[in-house]
């Protein structure tokens, strides 16, 4: 599968990356000036380079185009004639204004999957729009239930709308392929921010659904289990997850309180979530005696979910994360040794590969437009327009 990624900052490129990591040539097309905003993100850099930049973009070949030169249009033009899929996530329209958009290229590509990623999707009242992930978080309700009670509206620290609208982009160009395959039709996939967020609301959605009620924040808890959150122990934050009666009685029999099990306050789930207060309170006057690392080991033995709250360092530096696979390292010419995400998925036949640093802007222009059929004096007259930029050697 050969893809173009005409896209930038994050939701494009996650969609972009784990397709390269599935097999795909990603060939990341960037506009000239500047290429992708992201790599302006001056903090954290490493080396000179934009860490999130290496890290979303790792896996993926690079060229650099001016679209709104004449050549450069073209230039981009001759590269979808061989590609399966398109991506871009720049505001509705402006593609279109470029000559770029869906129908121009389905009708000259009638093969060509054509992913757009936008604020709110391409129909509906606010349909067209722009987005961020802020704005989408809190459009979806996000940020209404994130965070404690009684204070001010909270973001989820991740920018989970971008995130989530990448993964569902790439779902839905994988199912487009299947049925390219059988038909050899291309399709339009249209995915947002918005939906992305939407999506997310998982649980709360339902409340809302059966009662008509719209769930508020709860910290660290449920809203429909209790106990479900993070408690104090005596020297570090634990999370446990009762989510059933037979969790939560164990939980009383680790605890040392089997008396709990018949305690009317704590009885069922209803009951615990009717008193939520007072049961956290006195979990915590229990957990308080102990280190987590005892009462870890004592969930375990009993069979019950239960974890440490990890820093993003501790997380990343597991041994159980790198056993996975999920912290790779990759050698970068300008920034040198550099560390990025690995793929949440193993393939038994297929395994995912990332074996290539992000590029630099423009890197592969020339070895791009070669494979296309560009000769070198096509190239050198394209480059010398400033219609396309390669990076020095």
């Not at 060939?27 to 000239?32: A, H, L, N």
């Not at 009317?264 to 049961?279: E, G, K």
């Not at 974890?307 to 997380?315: K, L, M």
């Not at 790198?322 to 990025?340: I, K, S, W």
Request: some cysteine.
């Amino acid at each position: 599968m050969r893809v173009l990624e005409c896209a930038q900052i994050m939701a494009g490129p996650t969609c972009g990356a784990l397709l390269a990591d599935l097999g795909a040539d990603v060939i990341k097309v960037e506009k000239i000036p500047g290429g992708d905003d992201a790599r302006a993100y001056r903090e954290p850099r490493v080396g000179g380079v934009s860490a999130p930049f290496l890290v979303m973009n790792r896996n993926k070949r690079g060229i650099a185009l001016d679209f709104k030169h004449p050549a450069g249009r073209d230039a981009l033009l001759r590269l979808v004639d061989s590609a399966d899929v398109l991506v871009e996530n720049y505001r509705p329209g402006t593609m279109d204004k470029l000559g770029l958009g869906w129908e121009a290229l389905h009708a000259r590509r009638p093969g060509l999957i054509y992913c757009s990623i936008s604020g709110y999707g391409l129909t509906g009242p606010l349909g067209g729009g722009g987005g961020f992930d802020l704005v989408a978080q809190a459009f979806a309700g996000l940020m209404s239930i994130t965070g404690e009670p009684d204070r001010p509206p909270a973001k989820v620290g991740s920018s989970v709308a971008d995130l989530n609208a990448g993964l569902l982009a790439a779902n839905g160009i994988l199912a487009a392929y299947v049925h390219r395959l059988k038909t050899g039709e291309g399709q339009r996939v249209d995915t947002s921010l918005m939906e992305a967020a939407l999506h997310q609301t998982g649980w709360h959605a339902s409340v809302w659904f059966a009662t008509g009620a719209s769930p508020g924040p709860l910290g660290s808890g449920h809203v429909l289990a209790a106990p479900y959150q993070a408690f104090r122990t005596r020297d570090r934050w634990i999370v446990i997850g009762g989510a059933n009666q037979a969790n939560w009685e164990r939980i009383c029999d680790v605890l040392g309180r089997p008396d709990w099990k018949g305690d009317v306050r704590f009885v069922d789930n209803s009951a615990r979530m009717a008193n939520l207060p007072a049961l956290v309170d006195a979990m915590e006057a229990v957990l308080g005696g102990r280190d987590a690392a005892d009462w870890l080991a004592a969930f375990e033995a009993a069979g019950v979910p239960a974890g440490p709250v990890n820093s993003i360092g501790d997380a990343l530096s597991h041994p159980q994360t790198l056993a996975r696979g999920m912290v790779v390292e990759l050698e970068h010419p300008v920034a040198g040794t550099t560390r990025a995400l690995g793929t949440p998925i193993t393939l038994s036949a297929t395994p995912a590969r990332i074996d290539r640093h992000a590029p630099s802007l423009g890197e592969h222009t020339r070895e791009v437009l070669r494979e296309h059929g560009w000769t070198d004096a096509e190239i050198d007259a394209l480059l010398a327009s400033g219609a396309a930029l390669q990076a020095p050697a």
